[in-house]
C-alpha cells in the first residue's frame, strides 16, 4: 500500500529541541490557527511548501542510527492527520518516539477524533508526547521545556487516551514513554 503524500514547508534531520532526545523535526505546511508571534509563520498557507513522499523520511530516519525520535511540527500536523499517522505507523515499527505539536488542545483532538475526524484518533494513536494548544505571544517564555508559551501542555498520549482525559508527561518518570530501549 502506497502511503500518502505529505505537503511539508521542510525537515530538520537533527534538532535537540523539538522534544527530548536527537531526533528528526518533519514541518507540516497548513495551519489554520494563525497565530500571532508564531515561530513558523511561513507554514501557515496550505499550498505553500512541496509535496513529499513519506518514503524520503523514512530513507533519512534508516540513515541515521543516532535518531532516538521523530517530532511533527509545522504548520498544524493535524490539518494532514492522516497522512502523519501512516507514516507515524512506520516510524514506531522502528522503534522510535514520536512527539506532535498541534495548535488544538488534547481536550479538542480527542473530541475530534471521536466525532470522526479522519486520521485524528490515528495520529493521536502514534504520538507518545503531544504539546498542546496554541502559541499565546502575551504567554511567552525562553525557559520552557519544548514549547513557546505557558498555557501549552506537554501531554502523554498513551496515558491520556487511556484514562480518557489530558495527563501531563513527567519528564522525571522512570517509566515514562520517553525512556529509549534502542
Known sequence: MEMKTLRLAGVMRESIVD???????????????????????????????????????????????????????????????????????????KGLHIVTYSGYTFEQLFAGAEKGNPGWKELLSVTDLLVDGRFVIEERSLNLLFRGSKNQRLINVPKSLEKGEAVLWDPEEESGVLRYTK
Open 19 to 93: 522534544g527530548p532526545g536527537i531526533r528528526m523535526t518533519v514541518f507540516g505546511q497548513g495551519c489554520p490557527h494563525h497565530c500571532p508571534g508564531c515561530h513558523n509563520p511561513e507554514t501557515h498557507d496550505p499550498n505553500g511548501g512541496y509535496i513529499s513522499h513519506p518514503e524520503n523520511i523514512l530513507k533519512a530516519i534508516d540513515q541515521n542510527p543516532l535518531l532516538q525520535g521523530v517530532t511533527f511540527s509545522g504548520g498544524e500536523p493535524f490539518f494532514q492527520a492522516e497522512a502523519f499517522a501512516e507514516l507515524g505507523m512506520e516510524i514506531k515499527k
